[in-house]
């Protein structure tokens, strides 16, 4: 059975860094994309960043530049360096990953930023 588990989150002031992990099991880690999503208070949940089983990556607009996604074929994790955080990057971030057909989604790390 597929398992991811987040870890890192926690709270810091606006400028401030943060690098969320997340470990995965139960399927071939290094065959399949990687994402990180967030889910903001009253917003809807919303794709920040993916890294390719290639190591391609994509992120979304108001983060490039600042987060850095990164995965570790040998140790199954993936991980998210935030950078020069904003109040609008508080969230719950969850790592995911569509294995067969099905989303699988980690419990989910709280990240809040006060300004």
């Known amino acids: 059975q597929v398992r991811l588990v987040e870890s890192g989150g926690g709270s810091v002031q606006s400028g401030g860094s943060l690098r969320l992990s997340c470990a995965a099991s139960?399927?071939?880690?290094?065959?399949?994309?990687m994402s990180w999503y967030r889910q903001g208070p009253g917003k809807e949940r919303e794709l920040v960043a993916y890294?390719?089983?290639?190591?391609?990556?994509n992120y979304k607009d108001s983060v490039k530049g600042r987060f850095t996604i990164s995965r570790d074929n040998v140790r199954w994790t993936l991980n998210l360096q935030m950078t020069s955080l904003k109040a609008e990057d508080t969230a719950v971030y969850y790592c995911?990953?569509?294995?067969?057909?099905?989303?699988?989604w980690g419990q989910g790390t709280q990240v809040t930023v006060s300004s």
């Open positions: 995911n990953t569509k294995y067969k057909g099905r989303d699988y």
């Open positions: 139960g399927l071939n880690y290094k065959l399949y994309t």
């Open positions: 890294i390719t089983s290639d190591h391609s990556t």
